[in-house]
């Protein structure tokens, strides 16, 4: 298997620590998110896991202990031009590219993905802002890595409950198109392989390229195979690799005000009360009532 780590939460940010641990223990539990009392026990080995996709907004609890990652692994690292009231502990974009270029040199470039997503307009955060903040981005990643992804705003629950915070003007196809034709030039120039993240839109004609976040190829390279994997059948329009997520919604402490995966803020303090690092489950611990199943 492949294990997200993780797409609804960012463990790498907050709770590697945790995600250590249970890399020693070999084992982690991840309760469904729509049946609570059902858990999935996923074996952490050689046998059952081949590699592991990392997401995160700030890679430095990573950088300091990839010597104790296993497997081989792709990251993702989302650098946006948003400011504190957009991403209020979001830490400080440069630092993370300062990391970024660490990992990249350590890892290779080929396994390093930046995402400048989700892309919204405002009257602060206008056309203009984001030609200046993407060519600076591009320029300072070039070299550390290969592709970069961008996407759209979601209007989400959580999206719209924060519409007076984000202030959003309507993206129209002819502001889209300006941004992407500008986007296409700027990443071509500073030699970045440029797509879209789950947008039922084509934008090949400014240079996009139609390549899923984790594709087949990408994984059969990073681990020199041939094999086939199934594909992502639970969300629309993406064609990425099928991959086991072992985060949680609602845990997320960056409060991002555009994020789909924390719905209730009050209820990821209460949950960051339950997290326990020595615990299999990243939130809480396991009852007598649980049933537990282990993931092939």
Not at 105 to 116: A, M, T, W
Not at 140 to 158: M, V
Not at 238 to 244: A, H, L, P, R, T
Not at 274 to 293: A, M
């Amino acid at each position: 298997m492949i294990l997200s780590v993780s797409e609804r939460c960012d463990i790498v940010a907050f709770y590697m620590e945790w995600f250590c641990k249970r890399l020693q223990e070999g084992f982690v539990d991840v309760r469904n998110p729509f049946y609570p009392k059902q858990v999935s026990r996923i074996i952490l080995d050689k046998e059952h896991v081949e590699a592991i996709v990392f997401c995160t907004k700030n890679p430095e609890p990573l950088y300091k202990n990839i010597d104790k990652i296993p497997y081989p692994f792709i990251l993702h690292v989302t650098i946006t031009p948003y400011l504190k009231d957009i991403e209020p502990f979001v830490p400080d974009k440069k630092r993370t590219i300062e990391i970024v270029k660490k990992i990249s040199q350590k890892i290779g470039k080929d396994k390093v993905i930046i995402r400048y997503d989700p892309i919204f307009i405002s009257a602060k955060y206008n056309i203009d802002y984001h030609k200046k903040m993407f060519t600076r981005l591009c320029e300072e990643i070039k070299g550390y890595a290969n592709r970069i992804i961008i996407s759209f705003i979601d209007l989400k629950r959580n999206t719209l409950k924060n519409r007076k915070i984000l202030n959003m003007e309507p993206l129209t196809k002819e502001k889209i198109e300006i941004l992407a034709s500008f986007m296409g030039e700027i990443a071509a120039k500073n030699h970045l392989v440029i797509t879209t993240c789950a947008e039922n839109l084509s934008l090949e004609k400014f240079g996009f390229q139609n390549i899923p976040c984790t594709p087949e190829e990408s994984i059969q390279k990073l681990l020199n195979n041939h094999k086939r994997y199934r594909q992502n059948k639970t969300r629309e329009n993406c064609s990425c690799i099928d991959m086991v997520d072992i985060g949680n919604y609602n845990v997320c402490r960056h409060f991002c005000r555009y994020c789909y995966a924390n719905y209730d803020e009050s209820q990821v303090l209460t949950n960051e009360r339950q997290h326990d690092p020595t615990s299999s489950l990243l939130i809480g611990h396991l009852t007598t009532e649980d049933i537990i199943k282990e993931k092939a």
